[in-house]
């Protein structure tokens, strides 16, 4: 380590007691962001200490719980880990989860680290860790729609990462043996399946649990194999139903969730390729939990951490905050849903409904981390709602929109005697009111987008996020 | 009589990326609170075109590249030609975004050969280079004076949405701009307009979608369409439409 890496260490160490002492903020983005300006490599100098490897969690839906339950099954196994687990996951936000956990100097004391990257930084991380010689696992869950006035669209990304990946094939094959680099990837989304196949294109040695004689040794394919779950309808937020290979029409022998599912081209004869892993102890309620799960179970088992002992881990996991994250308020329960997307927001609305839920309260902000463009809510099919009766309250920056949504999906109308009272852009008031709506013991089930999600914690803790 | 309408949704699995089904559910529901049947039938690749030459709406929304070029060869062969008849007879139509791009005369990439499209308006559409900003953010815009006169009365003569486009758009003479922006971009972000109409057709860049905050449009759309397939002038029964204002006017 150079003298650089120390100044710019110590520099970083020292703003994150600044700011943590007069309460400026969680430290979560800023010692980071300065380290990286003051030294560009900080991120490589700190990856290259891990001793045994780094693990990153990319994808649009559940990277923070993915990446939790890693960390959660690594502690159980004695291993210690470094983890942005603040969901600060832009490079920034690693170096500052890095700053955060290492001494004066910039030593690093750690087995692993588990990180959640953006989907637009993902490249940027994958370049600053690629020279590493301890294991580099990179898990892709999935891609929906998301932000697009922020992100673009879902193929920008996919070719972004297309790029990002296949600098790594060659640097992998310049340098260092094929092992080192392993790509957990979910089976059932075809756009990732394309993506992964970009890396592991050549024969290589298979792994432990790996089929024998297969080709892409350094891919782990982890989906779903239970048609019981398959959609009676299909959501419209939908973005892959075509072949990324070829650009024929997939055909789904059944969708699990949006264009998640079993399919094939009969085009290219490109297919679902074979599971790896595909069932698991589920800790967490919901069809998108259950991939969040594989996804961590399939990392774990390459480091051929036993089922039993993953299952034990499990059981104990609690979901970081905003995802299911439950809080007691008076002898009434709350139920915070992170709901940012359309798919999630499908995803979310599925399992409280799966759950019972009679009370909701819904929030939608448009600020920076949420997306100005709302256009989105309507790419959600609020229509299940309509199945049943239900006490609903909006709120947020755009309540005024999701009304207008609730209104076209025809489930507002049956409210309208008191429709007044549960449209309420002010949020301290909307949760007040809904809550009084809530009989002791029950749930309110709260399903909002991240800033109005971290609002709601805030109202109902003091805090924003830990 | 009980009137009844067909709305074509051209390309619902491929162009339809941001949220603009929220415009083919509010003209659904629209019609359906008047009494009106309204009948969604989605048009797609495989889609024949006697299906679609027979609707009496036609609504084309947003894509991605991939798809957008899937739709775009299949639009420029097969479908424009037959919309662009519709149109020509006086069916009302609604553009959004890559479909209003799609509709003209060609959509010049900052590299390469120009892309035709499908001549149904007299506008081009031309990528401002890699330097070029993209368009984002929330629009307003006051709605043409020729042509509010043939809204209902009492609506308000603003348009809200979201506009993401990095393509320029330029009307051509025989097009007349929707509206003057007040705050935002619109068709190039230069000569103030926003939005095209044809007869009764009409092309935007409005995400939000556009008809949900703006219902004044959507019954324009639907008075034409009654009026062009029963051939005499409906009155559309009044609705309440308070909420829908409350988030138009939210955004002003």
Redesign the interface.
Same mark, same amino acid.
């Given at each position: 380590m150079n003298l650089l890496f120390y100044i710019t260490c110590f520099t970083a160490k020292l703003i994150e007691l600044v700011i943590k002492f007069f309460r400026l903020g969680a430290g979560a983005t800023w010692p980071g962001e300065v380290a990286i300006r003051l030294n560009p490599h900080i991120l490589s100098s700190f990856a290259s200490q891990f001793r045994k490897g780094i693990i990153l969690v990319a994808g649009t839906n559940g990277k923070t719980t993915t990446a939790l339950m890693i960390k959660t099954i690594l502690e159980a196994q004695g291993f210690s880990v470094v983890h942005n687990a603040s969901g600060a996951n832009l490079e920034n936000g690693i170096v500052s989860a890095l700053i955060n956990q290492t001494d004066w100097k910039g030593h690093v004391s750690a087995d692993w680290g588990v990180f959640e990257v953006d989907e637009n930084s993902l490249p940027i991380v994958i370049k600053s860790i690629k020279s590493i010689k301890s294991k580099v696992i990179i898990v892709l869950l999935n891609l929906f729609?998301d932000q697009?006035?922020r992100y673009g669209?879902?193929?920008?990304i996919a070719e972004k990462w297309q790029k990002s990946l296949q600098s790594l094939e060659s640097h992998d094959q310049k340098t260092r043996s094929k092992n080192e680099v392993k790509i957990i990837a979910n089976a059932d989304d075809p756009l990732i399946v394309s993506l992964s196949k970009v890396v592991a294109s050549k024969p290589g040695p298979s792994f432990a649990n790996a089929t024998a004689g297969r080709l892409e040794a350094n891919i782990t394919y982890f989906g779903l194999d239970d048609p019981s779950q398959f959609q009676k309808n299909v959501d419209?937020a939908?973005?892959s139903?075509?072949c990324p290979r070829c650009?024929a029409?997939l055909i789904y022998k059944g969708y699990y969730y949006s264009h998640i599912g079993v399919w094939r081209c009969e085009k290219c004869n490109a297919k679902r390729p074979a599971l790896d892993v595909w069932e698991s102890e589920y800790p967490l309620p919901g069809l998108y939990n259950r991939y969040n799960t594989l996804a961590a179970v399939a990392v774990v088992k390459t480091l051929d951490i036993k089922r039993a002992a993953i299952n034990q881990a499990l059981k104990k996991f609690t979901p970081p905050f905003g995802r299911q994250e439950e809080f007691d308020v008076d002898g009434k329960k709350v139920k915070i849903f992170l709901s940012k997307n359309?798919t999630g927001f499908n995803q979310s609305l599925r399992t409280v409904l799966g759950l019972g839920a009679k009370h909701l309260l819904f929030v939608l902000n448009d600020r920076i981390p949420d997306g100005?463009?709302?256009?989105?809510?309507?790419?959600v099919d609020f229509e299940v709602l309509a199945q049943d009766e239900h006490v609903i309250t909006v709120s947020g920056d755009r309540t &005024?929109?999701l009304?207008?949504?609730l209104? &076209?999906a025809?489930i507002i109308k049956n409210l309208n005697f008191k429709l007044q009272k549960f449209?309420e852009p002010d949020l301290q008031h909307a949760l007040k009111q809904s809550l009084e709506e809530v009989p002791i013991g029950e749930t309110l089930y709260i399903l909002a987008t991240y800033s109005a999600m971290l609002e709601v914690r805030k109202l109902l803790t003091g805090k924003k996020i830990l | 009589m009980k009137h009844s309408l067909t709305i074509a949704w051209l390309y619902p699995?491929?162009m339809?990326?941001?949220?603009?089904?929220?415009n083919v559910?509010?003209l659904q529901?629209r019609c359906e609170w008047r009494g009106i049947d309204a009948k969604i039938v989605p048009i797609t690749?495989e889609t024949p075109h006697s299906t679609l030459s027979t609707c009496d709406v036609v609504f084309m929304g947003g894509a991605?590249?991939?798809?957008q070029?899937?739709a775009g060869e299949d639009f420029l062969k097969r479908k424009g030609p037959v919309v662009k008849e519709m149109v020509e007879k006086g069916i009302p139509a609604l553009f959004v975004c890559a479909a209003y791009q799609f509709v003209g005369h060609y959509y010049q990439p900052y590299q390469g050969e120009k892309i035709p499209g499908a001549g149904i308006f007299d506008l081009y559409t031309v990528h401002p280079g890699d330097q070029g900003k993209r368009l984002?953010?929330?629009v307003v815009a006051e709605l043409n004076s020729d042509w509010v006169t043939g809204l209902m009365g009492g609506s308000p003569i603003t348009i809200v949405g979201?506009e993401?486009h990095g393509g320029r758009t330029y009307l051509g003479s025989k097009m007349k701009p929707l509206a003057r922006v007040i705050r935002g971009y619109g068709n190039n972000g230069e000569d103030g307009y926003e939005g095209a109409v044809y007869k009764n057709a009409i092309g935007s860049y409005f995400?939000?979608?556009l008809l949900?905050?703006n219902p004044h449009i959507a019954d324009w759309l639907i008075a034409a369409a009654l009026n062009v397939k029963y051939g005499e002038k409906i009155i559309l029964e009044n609705l309440d439409d308070s909420?829908?204002w409350?988030?138009h006017n939210?955004m002003i």
């Open positions: 729609r697009l006035d669209e879902v193929d920008v419209h939908m973005d139903t075509f650009g029409r359309p100005r463009d709302v256009s989105w809510i309507w790419d &005024y929109d009304a207008l949504r209104k &076209y025809e449209i | 699995d491929l339809s990326t941001y949220g603009d089904r929220g559910i509010v529901k690749l991605q590249d991939r798809q070029k899937l984002i953010g929330n979201f993401n995400h939000g979608p949900p905050k909420l829908e409350q988030a939210q």
